[in-house]
């Protein structure tokens, strides 16, 4: 396994220099299918790994090169391997995979595709060292290179002014953060003495009440430490303060956004913390922080995503949210649910951006959902696929959101930390948001009439067998992935799963999620049909439906749903299925007492908007980050640029310097120019002063002799 793990890795570097260097004497073809062939044997073997590493219980570290060696400061450059890494090699290469062979159908009329995806074999190898990292320096080597990779994708098409300003958006925002990583990263050096994972884990709890001096006053060390590093976590992981790249970054090709959003960069921050959960587990102040962070932008993101029209903007404001889902999972000490909603989010998240995508590629590059509709009949497939995804991202029992998600918040519940309450509040109120904007991404996009332009909607079809078969491949993981392992994940296999790679044991607040009282457990079920209620009352299309006994047949339906979810699924595995298949009657039956009763009306959304025209307008302005931070740093920092080019470089250095000094010569020129009258009578009058000045001159010297 340790030479698989290898490959693992290099494969990727392999094909991105091959693409990258050789690209136009290749072909456009065979790099595309070069770069994504060695990551599908990468993703591959990474299967192999996991059963390996994470279900047979093996782990083992690969030590490639000595690498550092100054005074205190020795590492070597090794891949270190255990159930923690073994799942994010897992979902890194699947979903890179999947990319790969699903962009060589999005990107066919691109001119520069050997490009593109050597690019994409750069990302997913810098995302590969940075959790296969066996220290910290050799994971900001890996952080650094995902931002630059990020940094070429997001502005591929750099002829679009709106995709350079994104990308450099994104460059810098995340300098941000990886500034406080650097720092925590010193921080952790002067703490322990080292860099490397083993030694900084074995030797953490000698330090419990060690303090870190700065300006005259004493902090907790391993509190600095945690912030520190989860500064660097906010903003590649794009939570709230730090987040404000993520939305613009869908200006990059949407295969891009899929990779960047769905399982790679943007969960790298959720792997930092839970991979320095032995740390964390000394602060309880630092886990706070981070729970009530995560807690927030899970809010707000679902809040934002409500008005969004832009599709790919509504799925990159989800998985914002989604990350703040894992972040106060990380806060409550749930780690291995953080990991397990991470694991199921990559498949569900993934399949939405290349499923919009694929709408997006039938509609002639169309993203407004304001100019789709009825989609449905033109692209089945999209259409069922994204069905799929939106069921597993609002928690649809049986589905893989659905066991990673409800956990989540159960954990917040029966967590004892003094910020539990929020996050679970939070977090029921972010699902009920989710549901509706899911929803009504899905209305809009695949029912009703259709809004497009009529040549763009008669020629929609769907795309080659590059786009379907991916689609179909992560609508299995999204549908399966929870089910199959949730045991290992969050069950009862799981202190043996995770091998000492997570800090879990039993008893711990997970063994406390699966024990909350009914309306706990009910609670994220309750909020998910709410909100396709509503969304349908919104968006949905009116339909003559007769007029039924629909308020007992809604009771009736919900009491089996509600028995269903509460059975043993070992023991009454029917019931379940009963319960599954109810839920849709329920809608459907609370929908004809809807519209008998004359409640749904085609203007309601924009009624509703008019009513709340200040709510709506800060949610579409994304509670105005944007423009605080506008206010706050760019403008003062294009001031103060302008002061130091204006009166520092232009009128202090040039001025003084080579600008003055050339100024001067031409001034001195242009004076000595005007004795040059072309009189013999002016030179004799000249030379007969410099005579008399030599004169006196060597007179005054005699006599001062």
Request: hydrophobic share 55%; aromatic share 16%.
């Amino acid at each position: 396994m340790e030479t698989a793990a290898k490959f693992i890795v290099f494969l990727p570097l392999v094909g991105f220099l091959i693409a990258g260097m050789f690209g136009r004497q290749i072909g456009d073809r065979f790099s595309q299918v070069l770069t994504a062939s060695l990551v599908t044997i990468g993703a591959i073997l990474s299967w192999l790994v996991f059963v390996d590493v994470a279900l047979a219980g093996n782990k083992f570290v690969v030590t490639l090169l000595d690498w550092v060696k100054s005074g205190d400061l020795e590492f070597a450059w090794a891949l270190k391997v255990d159930t923690l890494t073994a799942v994010m090699l897992v979902v890194v290469n699947s979903v890179s995979a999947l990319v790969h062979w699903y962009s060589m159908g999005y990107m066919e009329e691109d001119p520069d595709k050997p490009r593109f995806f050597a690019y994409l074999s750069l990302f997913t190898f810098a995302m590969l060292m940075l959790v296969t990292s066996d220290n910290l320096v050799q994971m900001f080597f890996g952080w650094e290179g995902v931002g630059l990779a990020s940094y070429l994708l997001i502005g591929f098409w750099f002829k679009k002014p709106s995709a350079n300003a994104a990308a450099i958006k994104a460059f810098v925002v995340n300098r941000v953060g990886d500034f406080g990583f650097a720092l925590g990263i010193y921080a952790v050096f002067l703490l322990t003495g080292s860099v490397q994972f083993d030694v900084i884990f074995g030797s953490i709890g000698n330090y419990q009440e060690a303090t870190l001096s700065f300006l005259g006053h004493d902090y907790h060390a391993i509190t600095v430490v945690c912030l520190l590093l989860f500064v660097g976590a906010m903003g590649k992981s794009a939570q709230l303060g730090l987040h404000t790249w993520l939305p613009d970054a869908m200006e990059g090709p949407t295969p891009v956004s899929a990779l960047i959003h769905a399982a790679t960069m943007v969960t790298a921050g959720v792997f930092l913390v839970a991979r320095f959960s032995p740390v964390f587990e000394y602060s309880e102040y630092a886990l706070q922080v981070v729970a009530i962070v995560g807690a927030t932008t899970a809010f707000f993101a679902a809040s934002v995503g409500l008005v969004q029209n832009d599709i790919k903007r509504v799925i990159a404001y989800s998985t914002c949210s989604q990350l703040g889902y894992m972040f106060f999972a990380l806060g409550m000490g749930a780690y291995g649910g953080a990991i397990f909603h991470l694991f199921t989010h990559a498949f569900f998240k993934a399949l939405l951006f290349l499923g919009a995508g694929s709408v997006i590629h039938a509609l002639h590059h169309e993203q407004d959902m304001r100019n789709m509709g009825g989609l449905f009949k033109k692209i089945p497939m999209t259409g069922t696929v994204m069905l799929i995804g939106t069921l597993a991202i609002t928690g649809f029992p049986l589905l893989s959101g659905y066991y990673s998600k409800d956990l989540i918040i159960e954990a917040a519940f029966a967590s004892d930390s003094s910020v539990a309450q929020y996050a679970f509040v939070m977090g029921v109120a972010a699902a009920l948001m989710t549901s509706f904007y899911s929803w009504r991404l899905v209305w809009l996009t695949f029912f009703g009439e259709t809004r497009a332009k009529q040549k763009y909607f008669d020629a929609a079809h769907e795309g080659p067998i590059f786009i379907k078969a991916p689609l179909v491949i992560l609508a299995l993981g999204a549908v399966f992935a929870g089910a199959v392992f949730k045991e290992y994940f969050v069950g009862h296999e799981r202190v043996a799963f995770w091998n000492g790679s997570l800090v879990t044991q039993m008893g711990d607040v997970i063994d406390a999620a699966h024990n909350v009282p009914m309306g706990v457990t009910l609670a994220p079920f309750v909020v998910m049909v709410l909100g396709f209620f509503i969304s349908m009352m919104f968006y949905a299309p009116r339909i003559a439906l007769p007029k039924l006994p629909a308020a007992g047949l809604a009771v009736l339906t919900l009491a089996l749903f509600i028995a269903a979810k509460f059975t043993d699924l070992h023991h009454v595995a029917g019931m379940t299925y009963v319960g599954y298949f109810s839920g849709f009657a329920f809608a459907i039956f609370f929908y004809a007492y809807l519209y008998a009763a004359g409640k749904v009306t085609n203007d309601l959304p924009q009624r509703t908007a008019t009513m709340w025209s200040g709510l709506y307008a800060f949610l579409l302005n994304k509670w105005y980050w944007d423009e605080l931070y506008d206010f706050l740093f760019v403008r003062p920092a294009f001031w103060l640029g302008r002061v130091f080019w204006k009166r520092g470089d232009e009128q202090t250095i040039d001025g003084f310097g080579p600008n003055g000094v050339s100024a001067t010569v031409a001034l001195v020129a242009a004076k000595a120019r005007k004795l040059q009258t072309g009189y013999v009578y002016h030179y004799a009058f000249a030379m007969i002063i410099g005579l008399a000045l030599v004169v006196t001159w060597f007179m005054a010297q005699s006599g001062a002799h």
